[in-house]
């Protein structure tokens, strides 16, 4: 599985669909596009291509589609409509997130407690995909010899590439990520591995990818915060500098164009406040700004209160530290 570059925008719930994902591309762009987890009942039951969830963007590729689920007849069901769309480029089967919905059906990471049930997944997914398979995971608990079953398990299952979220399951957000899984993952691994969790700043990035030894580095909050985030990486790696912030007005603006251009105005107010969380997050008032941009209620209003905020305040340095989740 060949990334363009090896920076990779996470998947993540009520944000990364095709508008932030564009906003992204605009912004410089990243080396693989995630959409939010998809749930493999719905998308086995329904027309994925009327699926909001499952729009493309303009400018998104290479584009991951993330599944969610426990039944391998309903996850190959799931994974076959999307490889019909042709418009992803790669499939990527959840085993890590551990909130919401998946953690209350016992999906995502709580199936790493269930491995038997896992390698029937991936064999089902396997024998329906055509094109490049993932898996995303938290670090399974159990004896040392249990990251060499897991990489074992992986391999035979026909899996591409790893993303892993160094922390296990019972860490949720709450200790910082163990890198030092990482590059022990690394060493087990015969298959790529693209290395998570609490990259703030484009140091970070490189300094996981040097620390690691993994093969991509993928990113999540600090992308919410900053989407221009992998454009800073690349520069960071060429020329050992970091470029002058864009205008996060200009930005505010863009990303409003992009949902008043392509959502209704109920969801792309909805859609608005969740990014308008994490952009604030930039800032000392952020959570002032925040409450008070969302308190208007058109897209419009939205973005111009929040516009008004941002405009009057410098972003600080990297790196970047989410104080709301
Ligand atoms: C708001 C939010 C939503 C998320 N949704 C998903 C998801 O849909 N699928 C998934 O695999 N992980 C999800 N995650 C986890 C991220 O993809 C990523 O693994 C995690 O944030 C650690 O990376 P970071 O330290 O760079 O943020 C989510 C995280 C956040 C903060």
Redesign the pocket.
Known sequence: MNLPIPWVM???????HACFRDLVAQWGGCGLY????LNARIVASSRPEKDPYCAAGLKDRPRAC?V?GDDPVVVAKAFEKLQALGRFDVF?F????C?GM?ARYGW?AALLQRPQRVREILREARRVLEGPFMV?M?IPEGPNETAQRWAELLHRCGVDAV?L?A?YPRDL?KRP?RWDVLKQWKRLLAIPLIG?????SPQDGLRMMEETGCDGV???????MRPWIFSDLCHLRATGTLPDPPNVAHVVGQYGLLLRQRVPEREAVRRFR?FAF?ICQNYSYGAYYYHKSCRASTLQAMVETLQGFVSRDSLPDYPVR?FM?
């Not at 996470?10 to 990364?16: C, F, H, I, Q």
């Not at 995630?34 to 987890?37: L, S």
């Not at 998570?196 to 703030?200: A, L, M, Q, S």
Request: aromatic share 10%; proline share 7%; charged share 20%.
């Open positions: 996470a998947p993540m719930a009520d944000l990364t995630f959409t939010e987890m993330q969610v990527n959840n085993l890590g997130c909130r998946p995502g995303k938290r993303v979220h922390r957000f990520a998570n969790g609490d990259v703030f993928m990113i999540g909050r600090a992308a919410l969740h994490w989410p989740m």
